[in-house]
C-alpha cells in the first residue's frame, strides 16, 4: 500500500520554529515532485511549499517565503518542512503530497495529485 506519513506538528507559540516530515512507503517517491499544502477551519487548502526530484528547484508560496523552508531526502522516501516565525495564520492542517509533475503545475489548486498524506495539525497561538 502506497502511504504518505506526516509528522512534527504540534502546538506553538508565534515565532516558534517546527519541523514537519513526510515519509513515503510502498513505493520510492524520489522521482516526483513533493510538497505541502495547509488547510486552515473554514478556508481552502493552499499550497506551501514544492520541491522537484531532485531537489534543486523549489517553489513557495508568497505568505511562507523567507520563513519556511522544503527539503528531501531520497534515500529516505522523506521531504521535511522548515517552519520558523510561524505565525497564528499558519495555524492549519499541514499535508504533503507527491505527483510526476513540474512544480508550477503542481502548486496550482486545480491539479490533481496522486498521492497524499493525512496531514498533521500546526497549531500557533498568539
Known amino acids: 500500500q502506497v502511504q504518505l506519513a506526516e509528522s512534527g506538528g504540534g502546538l506553538v507559540q508565534a515565532g516558534d520554529s517546527l519541523r514537519l516530515s513526510c515519509v513515503g512507503s510502498?513505493?520510492?517517491?524520489?522521482?516526483?515532485?513533493m510538497g505541502w499544502f495547509r488547510q486552515a477551519p473554514g478556508k481552502e487548502r493552499e499550497f506551501v511549499a514544492a520541491?522537484?526530484?531532485?531537489?534543486?528547484?523549489?517553489y513557495y508560496a508568497e505568505s511562507v517565503k523567507d520563513r519556511f523552508t522544503i527539503a528531501r531526502d531520497n534515500a529516505r522516501n522523506t521531504v521535511f518542512l522548515q517552519m520558523n516565525t510561524l505565525k497564528p495564520e499558519d495555524t492549519a492542517v499541514y499535508s504533503c503530497?507527491?505527483?510526476?509533475?513540474?512544480?508550477?503545475?503542481?502548486?496550482?489548486?486545480?491539479?490533481?495529485?496522486?498521492?497524499w498524506g493525512q496531514g498533521t495539525q500546526v497549531t500557533v497561538s498568539s
Open positions: 520541491i522537484n526530484w531532485n531537489g534543486l528547484k523549489v
Open positions: 510502498g513505493r520510492s517517491f524520489s522521482g516526483d515532485t
Open positions: 503530497a507527491a505527483a510526476d509533475l513540474q512544480l508550477g503545475l503542481f502548486a496550482l489548486p486545480t491539479t490533481h495529485l496522486d498521492y
